[in-house]
């Protein structure tokens, strides 16, 4: 099984930064993307954003030009570097992994870390 290892939450400033990690130890797997989530309105999990096994990137309207996906291929870590952070940021964000194994496509989800935007 692939444990998905989240860091980075806590309290910023508006107009802040912080950066958030999050780790897939292991070597029998490869990983074909990679997302961030947050809650809509609706408490339903919206797409922050993905990169692809491609490198390919992807992001909300809402973050973009602020947020940046990035991967560690050696680490098999995505990163989450969030500027000029904003109050409505705020929310639990969780990290999403979709990983092939010798016995297919799995999707993984990791613990929600929390981001608090306030002055």
């Known amino acids: 099984q692939v444990q998905l290892v989240v860091s980075g939450g806590g309290l910023v400033q508006p107009g802040g930064s912080r950066r958030l990690s999050c780790a897939a130890p292991?070597?029998?797997?490869?990983?074909?993307?990679m997302c961030w989530y947050r809650h809509t309105p609706g408490n339903q999990r919206e797409l922050v954003a993905t990169?692809?096994?491609?490198?390919?990137?992807n992001y909300a309207d809402s973050v973009k030009g602020r947020f940046t996906i990035s991967r560690d291929n050696a680490k098999k870590t995505v990163y989450l570097q969030m500027n000029s952070l904003k109050p409505e940021d705020t929310d639990v964000y969780y990290c999403y992994a979709r990983i092939f194994v010798a016995a297919g496509t799995y999707d993984y989800w990791g613990q929600g870390t929390q981001v608090t935007v306030s002055s």
């Open positions: 990169l692809t096994s491609g490198r390919r990137t």
């Open positions: 292991g070597s029998n797997f490869s990983i074909y993307a």
